[in-house]
C-alpha cells in the first residue's frame, strides 16, 4: 500500500472516529447543556445530536418534566404547640426556552443543592405562616397555608427556573396530649350539642302536647256549649208546641161548649200513669182541683194568643 493511501485511510479512519465519537442522544422529556472550555454553548433538543468534536461537552442533562418530592417537617404555632406536617410538592421547569435552561443548569452546583434550596424554601415560609396562628387553628388553615407558601415563593424560584405548581398538606398532626385534649374538647362539644337538642326536642314536644291538649280542651268545650244550646233550644221547642197544641185544643173544647178541664184533667191522670210506670222513688206534686185546672187553661190560652200576636206582620 502506498505511503498517501495508508495516510488518507488513518485520516478517514481518525474522522470518523470523531464523528462518532461526538454523537450524543438526548431523551424526551430532557434537554441538555454544552459548554466549550466551560462557557455556555448551546442547548441540545431530544434526539441524536452532533458536538463539536473534541472541544464541546454536555455539561449536564436537565428534566423538563413534572417532579414530585415528600416533605416531612415540624413547626411550632404561636401558644408553643408542635405540629408535625406530611406534604407533598409538585414542580418543574418554567419553560423550555433557552433563558429557563441556563438558570437551571447553572444557578447551583448540583441538583441536590437546589432541591435542598426548594425543600427548606417551603419548610421555612410554612413555618413562618404557623408561627403567627394558635394550634386551634391550624386544621381548619390547609388551603390558607398553602396560598401563602406559593405567594411567598414563586418569585423567588421563578428566578431558578423553576415554579411551584402544587403543594398538598396530606397530614397534620400533634403531640399526643395535645391530641387527646383536642378529642376530648369535641366530645364535649358534642355532648353540649346532644343535650342542647335534646331540650329543644323535649321542649317542642312539650309544646306541641300542651297545644293539643288546649285545642282539645277548646272543642270540647265548644262541643257542650252547642250541645247545651241545642238542647236548650229543644226544649223551649218542645214547650211551645205543647203550649201551641193545649191552647188549640182548649178553644175547640169551648167552641164545642165541653169544659176545658178535661184537658188538664187527662194529663192529670196520664201522669199518674207515667209515674207508676216508670217513677224511680221520684215524688211530683200534681194540682188536681177544679180551679188549678182553670188557671193552667188560663195561662195556656194566654201563651197561645200571644204567640199568635207575635206572629202577625206588622203594619
Known sequence: MEQGTLIAVVAGAVLLLLVLTSLRTV????????????????????????????????????????RA???QFQAIT???ANVYFTAMMVYGAISESE???????????????????????V?????????????????????????????????VIETWGYHLIDLQLNDITFDQAITTSMAQVVASNNLKAAATNEGDALLIRRTKEAEAAGTAVRIEAEAERTAAQLRGQGVALFREEVARGL????????ANSVDSSLILFSMWTETIRQMAENGRGNVLFLDGSPEGMQAHIRQ????????????????
Open 27 to 66: 431523551n424526551q422529556g430532557t434537554v441538555a447543556v454544552t459548554t466549550i472550555f466551560g462557557k455556555y454553548r448551546r442547548t441540545l433538543r431530544p434526539g441524536l445530536n452532533l458536538l463539536v468534536p473534541l472541544v464541546e461537552r454536555i455539561f449536564r442533562r436537565i428534566t423538563v418534566q413534572n
Open 69 to 71: 418530592i415528600e416533605l
Open 78 to 80: 404561636q401558644d408553643q
Open 99 to 121: 433563558d429557563t435552561i441556563k438558570a437551571i443548569a447553572f444557578k447551583f452546583v448540583t441538583e441536590k443543592d437546589f432541591l435542598t434550596a426548594l425543600v427548606r424554601s
Open 123 to 155: 419548610e421555612g415560609s410554612t413555618r413562618g405562616f404557623v408561627a403567627t396562628k394558635r394550634q386551634a387553628e391550624i386544621l381548619g388553615l390547609r388551603g390558607e397555608i398553602v396560598s401563602e407558601v406559593k405567594e411567598n415563593l414563586d418569585h
Open 247 to 254: 191552647a188549640q185544643a182548649a178553644r175547640e173544647l169551648d
Open 300 to 315: 195556656l190560652v194566654a201563651m197561645q194568643q200571644l204567640d199568635v200576636v207575635r206572629d202577625q206582620p206588622s203594619a
